[in-house]
């Protein structure tokens, strides 16, 4: 087994052998099965043994932020501290069902409640619903507020503004919330054009949809003038807080003149992102939008703690409360680190990223002259075009010196784009590690190109086929052995 490809269980099945037992039968009859039941499922036959060594050997294959940096954009792929998964762990939180009346689950209610509480101090925003289980379900559930707003003043605009440089799945939420996406342009500092916007806005505008800092790592400097050019049509400014670590603790979205701001809990405070979740996407909104918040809301009254559902509530987002566990931690990380601490965060975060540029100009061209925030995007197009070395060729060979592939080719709007974010957890050491990497790649680059547009080299699997993973994707043994399912 060792480097080479590791067998599906199917392959590693034996008849007989059991990764369980259960005691001697001790009652004389038994009802008689249906025939399906009494048939026994073609499982694989593992021992225990077995079955944990092959998964032990699957997860040291992959790549995590527990075992090296992973500095990948927009993403904020960062170490968090293990006392958060301790706290999650409590069997009184984790053995909670979701059900519990609200007279049975009072701490569960005072751990939403006191990270609700955190939450609106830290974006600056009236009350915040923990419902929506992901980023991209926050933004549908603040797209869902606004056009309740709207239905609420009698009117209905169905446009909303979102910048070239925004993250693809704003466009997205805005279709699946009944609004059509209208794309404003950066200006040669890669912030929204203010010209354009003011060209763009009228009174079919519902609202915009803002990351800051952006998706170049830029802060948009004139977003208290974007937010007043939106407000004076009585369309609401969205806050997309996936770039949150960046300005946590220094400067609230509720400050800048957003309505409704919607934070990764995955990403942000405490549980790492990716692998496919479980995520929590918590939307916070100001006092004139609470009354749409999706419900119930956890509120603990005089006679006790309650659920309480808003006045003109857009419904259901997720069943029960979204996912508790994530919000514990987050809750956890947040008092762990307190309001100095966490502005810390913001302030690592930032200074890694500026070091980490400066590092990487001019071998990887920065192609806006203004101060990044906690990420940056780099391009090699000058690379590229002086040894056919790509952006993804770049990513890959990164992966044979021990780090994470950084986001490629995004945003659209920089040729061979390299988004990198090194996050406020990795260490000068580490800083300069990276750098020399990216650096090493480029000059090898030179001299043998052919070496970095093969690579990795020392991965378990080399290049794949990125389409057909996407469009042909096997997802069980069925497939991968030709049997049918």
Known sequence: MGGGAEPHLGELSAPGRRAWSLPDLDVDEMPELPELASTPPALPELAERDLVAHFSRLAHRNFAVDLGAYPLGSCTMKYNPKVCDWAAEHPGFRDLHPATPARHAAGALEVLLRAEELLCALTGMARATFQPPAGASGELTGLLITRAYHDATGRSPRTILIPDSAHGTNPASVTLAGFKARQVPSDARGMVDLEALRSAVDEDTAGLMLTNPNTLGLFEQDVVEIASIVHAVDGL???????????????????????????????????????GGPGAGPVAVVDRLVRFLPGPLPEMGDSGPRWVMPSDSIGRIHGQHGNFLVVLRALCYMLALGGAGMRRVAERSV??????????????????DAPCMHEFVASAAALKRATG?????????????????????????????????????????????????????AEIARSEPGRMTAAPHLTPVSRLDDAAAARRPVLTWHDLAGEPT
Not at 407 to 430: D, G, H, K
Request: charged letters at 20%; hydrophobic letters at 45%.
């Open 351 to 368: 200074l890694n990223a500026r070091y980490l540029a400066r590092l990487l100009d001019p071998i990887y061209q920065i192609p806006y």
């Open 237 to 275: 400014v969205y806050y997309d807080g996936a770039n949150l670590n960046a300005i946590l603790g220094v400067v609230r979205p509720g400050d800048m003149g957003f309505d409704i701001v919607h934070s990764n809990l995955h990403k942000t405070f405490a549980t790492p992102h990716g692998g």
């Open 389 to 441: 070395v790509r952006a993804m060729d770049v990513a890959k060979a990164l992966l044979d010196r021990g780090f994470h592939a950084p986001t490629v080719y995004f945003p659209l709007i920089v040729e061979e784009a390299l988004m990198i974010e090194p996050t406020e957890t990795e260490s000068r050491e580490t800083v300069e590690a990276i750098a020399a990497a990216f650096n090493e790649i």
